[in-house]
């Protein structure tokens, strides 16, 4: 037990350590003379508020991360529901498809839509369309498993058996009452998968690098310039991606505690 703590421990630290040290780094004055970081100042972080390159490239990563979460829960989430309504092999092939995207490294891809998209099609393409399409495959996995986690829980089968003796079509028991129950897991869908594509580096440095600048390769880029506003970034989209996480840990949590209190016999 007391090395399994003071294992525990040491993971802590080194997790910890790294994002203490660029929060400490965004803070201070100067960090270059001795080991620990001289004075205490807001001058990054008002610094990097105010910038309109990073006020820009903050709204075109959020517009562009969202636009790529709703097209992958119109589409992904839509093919996941009438899967699991429709036949248990095309679930399992929906599985299988929701593997590919670890298993292509986001290089190949960015260079693989260059090719194609940027290189033969590119003159009457827009390069943020050609984004989205190219992001939201790759935010399907976690759409599917949130959702298949959440109707595993409903039960859906049962569900859809005892409305088919009721007399309800298939189209009104998925407006009046799948999706209403599934309205949480589909909200932490949409959040998990914004925060995902908010995050993504290497297609949109790739892909948008020269033309349009976003969030991840920009903190990358000053980093070479100051340090202290880079740092000062970092901190600012970590503190986003926080709370947004936070939201939809929330909300995965609400809805399995809704589902598993009408699940008690009343």
Not at 48 to 61: D, L
Not at 107 to 116: D, F, Q, S, T, Y
Not at 182 to 205: H, Q, S
Request: glycine share 6%.
């Amino acid at each position: 037990m007391k090395w399994s703590r003071l294992a525990l421990a040491l993971v802590l630290v080194l997790a910890l350590l790294p994002p203490l040290a660029v929060l400490l780094y965004a803070f201070s004055t100067r960090w270059d003379r001795s080991l620990l970081p001289e004075g205490a100042t807001w001058a990054w972080m008002v610094e990097t508020v105010r910038s309109p390159r990073v006020q820009a490239a903050v709204a075109q990563t959020l517009a562009l991360s969202l636009a790529s979460a709703l097209l992958t829960l119109l589409v992904g989430g839509a093919a996941t529901i009438v899967a699991r309504l429709v036949s248990p092999r095309v679930t399992a092939l929906l599985d299988a498809l929701s593997l590919l995207p670890y298993a292509i490294p986001p290089v190949v891809i960015a260079i693989g839509a260059l090719e194609l998209f940027v290189g033969r099609w590119g003159g009457w393409l827009d390069l943020r369309v050609v984004y989205v399409l190219v992001v939201s495959p790759l935010l399907f996995p976690l759409l599917h498993k949130t959702l298949a986690a959440a109707m595993r829980q409903l039960d859906v089968a049962p569900l859809m058996e005892a409305a088919h003796t009721l007399g309800a079509s298939d189209g009104y028991v998925l407006r009046r009452v799948l999706l209403p129950l599934l309205a949480p897991a589909l909200v932490a869908g949409l959040l998990l998968c914004w925060v995902t594509a908010a995050m993504e580096f290497a297609i949109a440095n790739l892909l948008l690098g020269g033309s349009i600048e976003m969030l991840q390769p920009l903190m990358n880029g000053m980093r070479n310039v100051n340090g202290h506003l880079s740092a000062a970034l970092v901190a600012l989209s970590f503190a986003v991606l926080a709370a947004m996480g936070t939201m939809v840990e929330g909300l995965i949590a609400w809805n399995t505690r809704r589902n598993s209190s009408s699940d008690r016999p009343r």
